[in-house]
Structure formats: structure tokens, C-alpha cells
């Protein structure tokens, strides 16, 4: 089972956030609930009007002194439609603009999540997050927050109504209320817990599936599929089994909602009986007290039912509003510094496991291209992800100048995605506002454009899922006219190539010499030839530099380059 390190936010964390969509919605705020106490109080107009007519009808009055009750009655439907038009109006627009805030606010940090805890946590959590939450949040202000408010004023105004007609039918009703509450706080224990488990239980489903798509490749050719399909199916029982679970609990929670009726509605019928026998009320006025509590049903058993909505959509504010709580990754900069980027004295390590850099220094200046060499494991890739500011080390700095804080940094790095839709699509996402022309001449410069002209659409061909596929030189190539369609002042390579001397190889070559030109440069040379025309040389070892220098000068010195430059050239 996955650990979940994104935090799920407390009682005040949430309240915190919700205050800060208030500033603005005020005054619309109280106008909703103005609309919708309006609506109640015409609610009340039904039940006393018809208890009117019962009492014309039980003192065989003249038909004429029909015509004004119904006509209240007519005024009151008609007028409570009005305004129930105008309040789910308000409170549309009063909730939605809100919920589109949480929503794009919790994918906003979700997006820009450091990667270390991205990967130390659970994909399938962030995914499930800001999409079956985010979805469970929306349904339930769109749904369900208006017919809760409308209800709970309801029920106050039906309340008012049975004391105003005679306080004893009032505490009749009453008598249904110890039992909804211990149903309602015996619903609330057992079925928090219930959906806060479940939604957790749907994160770990998501990732067994993302797992089992992604890497159905890697899972068929190790034979593994079995074994990642017991998984699923694990994690799709277990979140079936919080499904079923919740069920119950629901069905328990309406059978005693129903006790609390035929409690509530027999006080009322035998306060009436009696009342009416004694003389001390009319038959119409207890006509109207039955009404008023049989009108009651619906908003009671509304408020109630809508808590299960509300605690899910509860658990997904609490998930949505976690992941908003996690700092934005930042990487510190300067502006008077005259170097690209400057990193010193750097330690990292992933997680909580052992360190793979160790003090490690390196300085770019404008227009310079560092090349880092080393065996595999040697600490070159987290060397690229960190200056390029995607993972935070453990001490030591990593300063930004001017220029890529003007520009950005971009990285390329041995995997490439190619994203659904248009070739011209994949460009844009370096540079939304690059114009048609702009993104042809990246391609020329990486060489591409000589398959693009091949296809029936040119750059409007579709490709990605559901397109058209590419070869991995293809995908490199998109990649790397993005970078040069982006002009950012750093650009950090880490690509294994082809073997050197193939058609493969001096294409990708080509194209990035084409991206490091006139730019600031850092190289993750797995080929040493990347290395050689490289203004210095750094070389790594467990997780250290042990040499520096330019090609000449680390072949002259005869230390640890020189030994890899003749072993790579005799291979």
C-alpha cells in the first residue's frame, strides 16, 4: 500500500482558504440568502392557506370565501417560482466562480509540485485529486449546496409556522429531533471516516492503473502483468469494499430518518385530535399543522441526505485544499551576479536514502558550454535536474542570474513526451504566441523539417495519443525545436544518444548544436564526443568532481578523462 505524503488540510487550513474567495461576493452572498428566505417564508403560504380552505369548506362558508385563499395560493406557488429561479441563479453565481478558484488553484500547485515529492509519493493520489475531487466538490455546489441551504430555511420557517399556529404543535414536532440528531451524529462518526478512507483507496486505484498502462510495455516484455493486474484488482476491491461500506451506512441512516417521521407526524395528528376535541383549536388550523410537518419530510430528509453528498464533497475541499498547502518550489536567484547560474557546495540525495552529490561546484557563464562526464551512477542526471531548478538539494545553493530570470532554463532529458494534438501544438507549449512561420524555422534549425514536409498536414498533422506516432528521432526532434522556439539563456542536455557514427546520432547532433548556440550550455555528455568541443570539462565520480578542465588539457593531465576518452575511442 502507497504512502500518501500530499497532506489533506485541517478544519482552519480550509476555513483559512474559503475566507480568501469572500473578499468580492459579499454583498451577493447576502443577497442569495435573502432570495432564498424568501422563498421559504412563501413556502409557509401553502400549508396555511390550504388549512384555510379546509376550514371554509368544514363551516360549509359560501364558495366566495374561497376566492381569496386561492388566490394567495396562486400568488405564493407563483411567486416562489420566481424566486426560486433567482436563487439558484445568485447562488450559481455565487458558488461556481469559487469552486472554479479551488479547482484551478489545487491543479495550479499541482502542476508545479516539486518533483522529489511527486516521486516519493503517489502519482495516482495527485491524479485523483484534481480530478474525482475536484469533480465530487463541483457536483456538490452545483447540486446540492442549493437545495441544502434552501431546505435548512425551510425547515425554520415550517417551525415558526406550527408555534405560530399553537406552540403545542410545535413541541409535538419536536419530538422527532432527538431522533434525527442521534441518526445524524451517528451517520456523521461512521461515514467520515468511510469517505476520507475511500477517496485514498481511489488514489491507490488510479495508480495501479496509471502503472498498468504507462508501463504495460516494460510489464509484458519482464512478464510481470500478472502480478501488476493482482493489483489492480487489490486496489480496485478494496475500493469497492469502501463503496459497499458507505452504502450500508446510508441505508441504516434513511430507515431511522423514517422512525423519525412516523414519530414526529403521530405527535402531531394526536396534539391535533386533541386540541380539535377540546375546543381549543379549529379543524383548518390543525390541517394546517399536519401540512407543515408533512412539508417538513422533504427539507429534513433533504438536510440529512445532502450530508452524504457534503462529506464527500468535504473530504475533496480537504484533498484539493491540501495540495494547495504545499510551498511552490523555488529556486533562488540573483540579479547582479555575471554568471548564468552558479552552484555551490551541493549536496543532494533522494528522499531519505544516501547522498549521490557531495559538495559539487559549477559556474556558466554567458555563451559557455559545460560538458559533465562520468560512469553511470555517477550523479550527472541529478546533477542536470538540479540546476535546472526541478529538485531542491540538501544544502549548499543554486543562484539563477539575470538572464534566465529574464529567459528560463529548459531541459532536455533522456525522456521525451510527445503530446496529443498538432506538431505545431507540441512547439507552442515552449511559446504559446509563436506564429507559424516562427515555428517552421525552429524546426529547420533542428533539422526536422525534412520529415515534417512528408506528412499530408505539415505541422497541423496530429500526433501523440490518437495521432500519428513518431520515431524517437522524431520525438527528439520536437523536443529540441521546442527548447529553440522557447530561446531560453540556459539550456541543460541530458540525452543518450545513438552510438556515435550513425545516421542517428549525427542528426541529433546537428540539432543540438543548433540549441546550445549562443546559449549558456550544460551537457550530460554519455557519449564523450559531446565533450570534446566543450569550453570545460567536468568530470564525476560517486557523486563529486574530480576533474576540470577543457578536452586538452584533461588528456595532457592523464587522470580520469583520459582513461574514459581512450577507452570510449578504442571502443
Same mark, same amino acid.
Given at each position: 500500500?502507497?504512502?500518501?505524503?500530499? #497532506?489533506?488540510?485541517?478544519?482552519?487550513? *480550509?476555513?483559512?482558504?474559503?475566507?480568501?474567495?469572500?473578499?468580492?461576493?459579499?454583498?451577493?452572498?447576502?443577497?442569495?440568502?435573502?432570495?432564498?428566505?424568501?422563498?421559504?417564508?412563501?413556502?409557509?403560504?401553502?400549508?396555511?392557506?390550504?388549512?384555510?380552505?379546509?376550514?371554509?369548506?368544514?363551516?360549509?362558508?359560501?364558495?366566495?370565501?374561497?376566492?381569496?385563499?386561492?388566490?394567495?395560493?396562486?400568488?405564493?406557488?407563483?411567486?416562489?417560482?420566481?424566486?426560486?429561479?433567482?436563487?439558484?441563479?445568485?447562488?450559481?453565481?455565487?458558488?461556481?466562480?469559487?469552486?472554479?478558484?479551488?479547482?484551478?488553484?489545487?491543479? =495550479?500547485?499541482?502542476?508545479?509540485?516539486? *518533483?522529489?515529492?511527486?516521486?516519493?509519493?503517489? =502519482?495516482?493520489?495527485?491524479?485523483?485529486?484534481?480530478?474525482?475531487?475536484?469533480?465530487?466538490?463541483?457536483? +456538490?455546489?452545483?447540486?446540492?449546496?442549493?437545495?441544502?441551504?434552501?431546505?435548512?430555511?425551510?425547515?425554520?420557517?415550517?417551525?415558526?409556522?406550527?408555534?405560530?399556529?399553537?406552540?403545542?404543535?410545535?413541541?409535538?414536532?419536536?419530538?422527532?429531533?432527538?431522533?434525527?440528531?442521534?441518526?445524524?451524529?451517528?451517520?456523521?462518526?461512521?461515514?467520515?471516516?468511510?469517505?476520507?478512507?475511500?477517496?485514498?483507496?481511489?488514489?491507490?486505484?488510479?495508480?495501479?492503473?496509471?502503472?498498468?498502462?504507462?508501463?504495460? #510495455?516494460?510489464?509484458?516484455?519482464?512478464?510481470?502483468?500478472?502480478?501488476?493486474?493482482?493489483?489492480?484488482?487489490?486496489?480496485?476491491?478494496?475500493?469497492?469494499?469502501?463503496?459497499?461500506? +458507505?452504502?450500508?451506512?446510508?441505508?441504516?441512516?434513511?430507515?431511522?430518518?423514517?422512525?423519525?417521521?412516523?414519530?414526529?407526524?403521530?405527535?402531531?395528528?394526536?396534539?391535533?385530535?386533541?386540541?380539535?376535541?377540546?375546543?381549543?383549536?379549529?379543524?383548518?388550523?390543525?390541517?394546517?399543522?399536519?401540512? @407543515?410537518?408533512?412539508?417538513?419530510? /422533504? #427539507?429534513?430528509?433533504?438536510?440529512?441526505?445532502?450530508?452524504?453528498?457534503?462529506?464527500?464533497?468535504? +473530504?475533496?475541499?480537504?484533498?484539493?485544499?491540501?495540495?494547495?498547502?504545499?510551498?511552490?518550489?523555488?529556486?533562488? @536567484?540573483?540579479?547582479?551576479?555575471?554568471?548564468?547560474?552558479?552552484?555551490?557546495?551541493?549536496?543532494?540525495?533522494?528522499?531519505? /536514502?544516501?547522498?549521490?552529490?557531495?559538495?559539487?561546484?559549477?559556474?556558466?557563464?554567458?555563451?559557455?558550454?559545460?560538458?559533465?562526464?562520468?560512469?553511470?551512477?555517477?550523479?550527472?542526471?541529478?546533477?542536470?535536474?538540479?540546476?535546472?531548478?526541478?529538485?531542491?538539494?540538501?544544502?549548499?545553493?543554486?543562484?539563477?542570474?539575470?538572464?534566465?530570470?529574464?529567459?528560463?532554463?529548459?531541459?532536455?532529458?533522456?525522456?521525451?513526451?510527445?503530446?496529443?494534438?498538432?506538431?505545431?501544438?507540441?512547439?507552442?507549449? /515552449?511559446?504559446?504566441?509563436?506564429?507559424?512561420?516562427?515555428?517552421?524555422?525552429?524546426?529547420?534549425?533542428?533539422?526536422?523539417?525534412?520529415?515534417?514536409?512528408?506528412?499530408?498536414?505539415?505541422?497541423?498533422?496530429?500526433?501523440?495519443?490518437?495521432?500519428?506516432?513518431?520515431?524517437?528521432?522524431?520525438?527528439?526532434?520536437?523536443?529540441?525545436?521546442?527548447?529553440?522556439?522557447?530561446? #531560453?539563456?540556459?539550456?541543460?542536455?541530458?540525452?543518450?544518444?545513438?552510438?556515435? /557514427?550513425?545516421?542517428?546520432?549525427?542528426?541529433?547532433?546537428?540539432? @543540438?548544436?543548433?540549441?546550445?548556440?549562443?546559449?549558456?550550455?550544460?551537457?550530460?555528455?554519455?557519449?564523450?564526443?559531446?565533450?570534446?568541443?566543450?569550453?570545460?570539462?567536468?568530470?564525476?565520480?560517486?557523486?563529486?568532481?574530480?576533474?576540470?578542465?577543457?578536452?586538452?588539457?584533461?588528456?595532457?593531465?592523464?587522470?580520469?578523462?583520459?582513461?574514459?576518452?581512450?577507452?570510449?575511442?578504442?571502443?
Amino acid at each position: 500500500m502507497s504512502a500518501t505524503v500530499l #497532506p489533506v488540510a485541517d478544519g482552519g487550513q *480550509i476555513r483559512r482558504y474559503l475566507r480568501t474567495l469572500l473578499p468580492g461576493r459579499r454583498l451577493l452572498l447576502a443577497g442569495t440568502i435573502l432570495v432564498m428566505l424568501g422563498v421559504s417564508l412563501l413556502n409557509l403560504a401553502i400549508p396555511a392557506t390550504i388549512g384555510w380552505i379546509t376550514q371554509a369548506v368544514v363551516d360549509r362558508r359560501h364558495p366566495s370565501a374561497l376566492t381569496i385563499p386561492i388566490a394567495l395560493l396562486t400568488a405564493a406557488v407563483v411567486a416562489g417560482a420566481i424566486c426560486t429561479y433567482f436563487a439558484r441563479l445568485l447562488l450559481a453565481r455565487l458558488v461556481f466562480p469559487a469552486v472554479g478558484s479551488l479547482r484551478e488553484d489545487a491543479l =495550479s500547485h499541482a502542476v508545479d509540485l516539486p *518533483i522529489d515529492v511527486v516521486e516519493a509519493g503517489d =502519482s495516482g493520489d495527485v491524479i485523483s485529486r484534481v480530478s474525482g475531487d475536484a469533480e465530487r466538490v463541483t457536483d +456538490a455546489a452545483s447540486e446540492v449546496l442549493g437545495y441544502f441551504v434552501t431546505s435548512a430555511l425551510a425547515i425554520v420557517a415550517a417551525l415558526i409556522g406550527l408555534a405560530a399556529i399553537d406552540w403545542r404543535f410545535a413541541v409535538a414536532g419536536l419530538l422527532a429531533v432527538p431522533i434525527q440528531a442521534h441518526t445524524l451524529r451517528w451517520y456523521l462518526r461512521r461515514s467520515r471516516p468511510i469517505y476520507a478512507a475511500g477517496r485514498a483507496a481511489d488514489g491507490r486505484r488510479a495508480s495501479a492503473l496509471l502503472t498498468g498502462f504507462t508501463a504495460l #510495455p516494460t510489464l509484458r516484455a519482464l512478464g510481470l502483468t500478472g502480478r501488476q493486474r493482482g493489483r489492480i484488482e487489490s486496489a480496485s476491491k478494496e475500493s469497492m469494499g469502501y463503496e459497499l461500506a +458507505a452504502m450500508q451506512t446510508m441505508t441504516r441512516f434513511w430507515g431511522r430518518l423514517n422512525l423519525a417521521e412516523f414519530v414526529g407526524l403521530a405527535a402531531i395528528l394526536l396534539a391535533g385530535f386533541f386540541l380539535v376535541r377540546s375546543g381549543t383549536t379549529s379543524v383548518g388550523a390543525a390541517t394546517a399543522a399536519a401540512l @407543515f410537518f408533512a412539508g417538513l419530510f /422533504g #427539507p429534513i430528509n433533504g438536510v440529512l441526505a445532502t450530508f452524504d453528498t457534503l462529506q464527500q464533497a468535504a +473530504a475533496g475541499v480537504a484533498r484539493l485544499v491540501g495540495v494547495t498547502t504545499v510551498p511552490r518550489h523555488e529556486t533562488a @536567484f540573483e540579479t547582479g551576479t555575471d554568471q548564468v547560474v552558479e552552484v555551490s557546495d551541493l549536496t543532494f540525495g533522494y528522499a531519505d /536514502g544516501p547522498a549521490v552529490l557531495d559538495d559539487v561546484t559549477l559556474r556558466v557563464g554567458p555563451g559557455e558550454k559545460v560538458a559533465v562526464v562520468g560512469t553511470t551512477g555517477s550523479g550527472k542526471s541529478s546533477l542536470a535536474s538540479l540546476v535546472t531548478g526541478l529538485r531542491t538539494p540538501r544544502a549548499g545553493s543554486i543562484v539563477w542570474g539575470r538572464p534566465v530570470v529574464e529567459r528560463s532554463a529548459a531541459l532536455v532529458t533522456q525522456e521525451t513526451h510527445v503530446f496529443a494534438g498538432t506538431i505545431a501544438d507540441n512547439l507552442r507549449l /515552449g511559446r504559446p504566441d509563436a506564429t507559424h512561420e516562427q515555428i517552421a524555422q525552429a524546426m529547420v534549425a533542428v533539422g526536422a523539417d525534412h520529415w515534417v514536409r512528408t506528412l499530408p498536414d505539415g505541422l497541423d498533422a496530429r500526433v501523440g495519443g490518437g495521432g500519428r506516432p513518431l520515431t524517437a528521432v522524431q520525438a527528439q526532434h520536437l523536443a529540441l525545436a521546442r527548447v529553440h522556439l522557447m530561446d #531560453p539563456a540556459l539550456v541543460v542536455l541530458d540525452e543518450a544518444n545513438a552510438e556515435a /557514427g550513425s545516421d542517428t546520432s549525427r542528426q541529433l547532433d546537428r540539432a @543540438f548544436a543548433a540549441v546550445v548556440r549562443g546559449r549558456a550550455a550544460v551537457v550530460i555528455a554519455h557519449r564523450l564526443n559531446q565533450a570534446a568541443d566543450a569550453d570545460r570539462i567536468l568530470v564525476m565520480e560517486s557523486g563529486r568532481v574530480v576533474e576540470q578542465g577543457n578536452h586538452a588539457e584533461l588528456i595532457v593531465a592523464g587522470g580520469r578523462y583520459a582513461e574514459l576518452w581512450h577507452a570510449w575511442s578504442a571502443g
